[in-house]
């Protein structure tokens, strides 16, 4: 079975930083471009971050570019989302998703990736 889990989310205070994790089970992300969204209460899901299935380009939303880093390990079948600099606005549920292309490109919309994890939640605040 085809399967993606987030973790790291947490409560976390103003300026702090999180590592979320995507790990996959079922399949092997060597293929895989990986996405990383976002959904706050009342608000649409908005890409975040993609990386490629070499890792080679990445991508990030206006709002979090120079904040976050995506990156992944292939030997891991695992994903990473450094997040510093944490706000309040950052506050959301996080998801990643796999598409089966190689390459990453942003804008980034939900349709347009194959699966999902469940999510987790990260809350920024004092």
């Known amino acids: 079975q085809l399967q993606l889990v987030e973790s790291g989310g947490g409560l976390v205070q103003p300026g702090g930083s999180l590592r979320l994790s995507c790990a996959a089970s079922?399949?092997?992300?060597?293929?895989?471009?990986i996405g990383w969204f976002r959904q706050a209460p009342g608000k649409e899901r908005e890409g975040v971050s993609c990386?490629?299935?070499?890792?080679?380009?990445?991508n990030y939303a206006d709002s979090v570019k120079g904040r976050f880093t995506i990156s992944r390990d292939n030997a891991k079948n695992t994903v990473y989302l450094q997040m510093n600099s944490l706000k309040p606005e950052d506050t959301a549920v996080y998801y990643c998703?796999?598409?089966?292309?190689?390459?990453?490109?942003?804008?980034?919309?939900?349709?347009?990736?194959?699966?999902w994890g469940q999510g987790t939640q990260v809350t920024v605040s004092s």
């Open positions: 998703a796999a598409r089966v292309v190689t390459t990453c490109p942003f804008p980034q919309y939900s349709y347009e990736y194959d699966y």
């Open positions: 079922g399949f092997t992300l060597d293929y895989y471009a």
């Open positions: 990386i490629s299935s070499s890792g080679g380009s990445t």
